[in-house]
């Protein structure tokens, strides 16, 4: 999946989809070590089962690194396997600490980099991390993220309002200490849909869920958050034309939210283009 020829000058580039989701990831579920004599490590674990995304960081790093497999017993399961990626690099290190991952806990003192990167790949790297988006017990879609950090939550909530319009204003939780910022519904659909788009670096089986919430319809007996406004056939020929839910928004006079996912229902056949109505 990673696209971008990995070198030590362009090593965790930001502006780069694929550093910027990563960088996002390691701030949420990687670990910084660090001992004498400038050793250290950068280490993170996950499910077996998402192995993959751990080669596909391996293939974007220009230095050293191994992945590893364990097999322990769990307060979950009776054994559960783990898949380790490990770096040593101290010109690697140096670099990611530099950008906002510090060494030992971290958990209230990250906060979004202060150099220029890619928004939404950054954030997707976040939730990832967090294994937030799906359904409900009821059924219905969300996309939510849980943290110590109040910049992080904060950051969230911003991009959250510019995408859906909806303004969200995190407190942390007296009894954990930390924040979660949650969206539901059409929002979760929207932000989904901006998050995971084609060909994106991410968890495999969390795209597919991504992309599964834009099925979702309110069932008819639930009350609508808003009145829809129906899309016509020439709403549809300016937004594929502007290409841009932002632009859209302000030609249409709807929200981001709205015009993203229509633009991505539109683009995967979901509903008919214009041509075709």
Not at 60 to 70: A, G
Not at 194 to 213: F, H, I, N, Q, V
Not at 230 to 242: C, G, V
Request: charged share 25%; glycine share 6%.
């Amino acid at each position: 999946m990673a696209e971008c020829e990995p070198n030590a000058q362009q090593f965790m580039d930001l502006t780069v989809p694929e550093y910027a989701y990563m960088f996002g990831f390691l701030q949420a579920d990687g670990h910084l070590s660090q001992q004498s004599r400038q050793r250290g490590r950068l280490a993170v674990e996950i499910s077996a089962k998402d192995i993959g995304l751990l080669r596909e960081f391996q293939k974007l790093t220009p230095y050293n690194s191994s992945i590893t497999e364990r097999t322990r017993s769990t307060d979950f399961a009776e054994t559960h396997t783990t898949a380790v990626w490990s770096m040593c690099s101290l010109e690697a290190r140096t670099r990611i600490n530099e950008l906002g991952l510090p060494y030992g806990r971290k958990s209230k003192t990250i906060a979004p980099p202060t150099v220029e990167f890619s928004r939404r790949d950054y954030l997707r790297g976040l939730i990832d991390a967090d294994r937030s988006v799906g359904f409900t017990s009821k059924g219905l879609p969300f996309v939510s993220l849980t943290t110590a950090s109040g910049a992080i939550a904060s950051y969230l909530s911003d991009y959250g309002r510019d995408m859906t319009g909806v303004a969200r204003n995190p407190k942390r939780n007296a009894r954990d200490d930390i924040y979660n910022v949650l969206y539901m519904m059409e929002l979760a659909q929207g932000l989904a849909a901006d998050l995971y788009y084609p060909g994106c670096l991410s968890l495999e089986r969390k795209r597919a869920t991504a992309e599964s919430l834009s099925a979702w319809v309110r069932p008819s007996g639930m009350r609508a958050a808003y009145t829809t406004r129906r899309w016509t056939a020439t709403e549809d020929r300016i937004l594929l034309k502007l290409n841009s839910p932002m632009a859209a928004a302000e030609a249409l006079g709807r929200t981001t939210q709205s015009c993203n996912l229509r633009l991505w229902r539109l683009r995967n056949r979901k509903v008919p283009m214009p041509s075709d109505q």
